[in-house]
């Protein structure tokens, strides 16, 4: 099992081999996004659009809560972090933004390249900030977090977002037989 990092004790040991292990960590959604495409391409909208949970996110959704948070939330978050002295960041209630942002009657494709691109735009502006940014703090539901910290935080909320397309694409039965699918 791996072993949880403690941001702190890692910030203090050798902060920049953990600022290029969370940007690189936050950069590998757009390849992983590449490799899913050619099985989420494949998938029927019944699945793609379906709720699994009455109040559960689609995985169109899913995938749409990744782009609307780094695009108009983590971004923002980053800029306001860097430019401003221990700004108070909001919580924002992901879920109720995207059941709002129409994100079902879209094509996957067009998903996945704002999935991407927003992506891109978020890891390249994170790649670019210098060391002593990263230091800087803000508060954000009462916490005090570094911008090391808050990067963690996005990592780790992308991770049980991925978690769960995972687990939809893995219980998705796609065979034409009455076959389990591979474990």
């Not at 809560?65 to 939330?73: H, K, N, R, T």
């Not at 221990?86 to 942002?101: I, Q």
């Not at 230091?135 to 808050?150: D, K, N, Q």
């Not at 998705?172 to 037989?177: G, K, P, Q, V, Y």
């Amino acid at each position: 099992m791996e072993e949880t990092i403690d941001i702190a004790e890692a910030r203090a040991d050798d902060p920049e081999a953990l600022r290029t292990a969370l940007v690189d960590q936050f950069g590998h959604l757009v390849d992983e996004v590449t490799a899913l495409r050619t099985v989420v391409d494949g998938l029927p909208d019944e699945i793609l659009g379906g709720r699994p949970e009455p109040e559960a996110l689609t995985m169109k959704e899913l995938y749409g809560a990744i782009a609307m948070l780094d695009a108009e939330v983590r971004r923002p978050r980053v800029d306001r972090v860097v430019s401003h002295d221990e700004p108070v960041l909001s919580p924002v209630d992901v879920d109720a933004e995207v059941y709002d942002a129409g994100w079902n009657e879209r094509a996957i494709d067009d998903i996945l390249r704002e999935v991407k691109a927003a992506r891109r735009a978020l890891a390249e502006r994170l790649e670019g900030l210098p060391l002593k940014a990263w230091h800087r703090a803000a508060t954000l539901g009462g916490e005090t977090l570094t911008l090391f910290g808050l990067v963690h935080r996005m990592t780790k909320s992308d991770f049980q977002r991925l978690r769960d397309l995972g687990y939809r694409l893995h219980g998705a039965h796609l065979s034409d037989e009455d076959e389990p699918l591979p474990t």
